[in-house]
């Protein structure tokens, strides 16, 4: 009798320290932080023939998010044409006190500007993404796709730790 309450012991205390542990690393993980969208941004869409490129990025944004706590948060908004990359990275960064930027976030002017931050936390940092989407230059060869449009991806994710 004495063996079969030790042979259990031993499989019922790793079983109950792993599930302990599990429990942990999950609750530990929070939930997406809440990003506000910018000032004059709108979830209504104009109709053009950026959808497949804007809906392509988002889901870029949450496939790269995604990890085994969740799916993350992934808006889309449209801004007004005149808005500029560091008008959008400051009103995301200014929300996200103390989170560490990464990488290199500076204007290059391409179509596509993108710029990460993560939560300083050492065990499974929450991260915000932000995918910035603007116009083909005038007379360029893509131009004619959505001229006068622009447009913001914001994606919040769980913690992970990858």
Do not use: H, K
């Amino acid at each position: 009798m004495r063996v079969r309450l030790v042979i259990a012991g031993v499989i019922v205390v790793p079983a109950l320290a792993a599930a302990t542990v599990a429990g942990v690393r999950w609750s530990a993980a929070g939930e997406p932080v809440p990003v506000a969208a910018p000032t004059g941004a709108s979830t209504v869409l104009p109709e053009g023939a950026y959808e497949n490129v804007v809906d392509n990025r988002a889901l870029e944004v949450s496939v790269d998010l995604s990890n085994d706590r969740g799916r993350p948060n992934v808006d889309t908004y449209a801004m007004p044409s005149a808005t500029g990359w560091e008008q959008v990275r400051s009103a995301v960064s200014g929300q996200l006190d103390g989170w560490e930027q990464v990488g290199d976030c500076a204007d290059t002017g391409e179509r596509r500007m993108q710029c990460s931050w993560s939560e300083p936390t050492r065990w499974w940092p929450r991260l915000v993404r932000i995918v910035f989407l603007r116009p083909a230059p005038p007379g360029g060869d893509q131009s004619y796709e959505w001229p006068d449009n622009t447009f913001l991806v914001v994606g919040s994710a769980r913690g992970t730790d990858r």
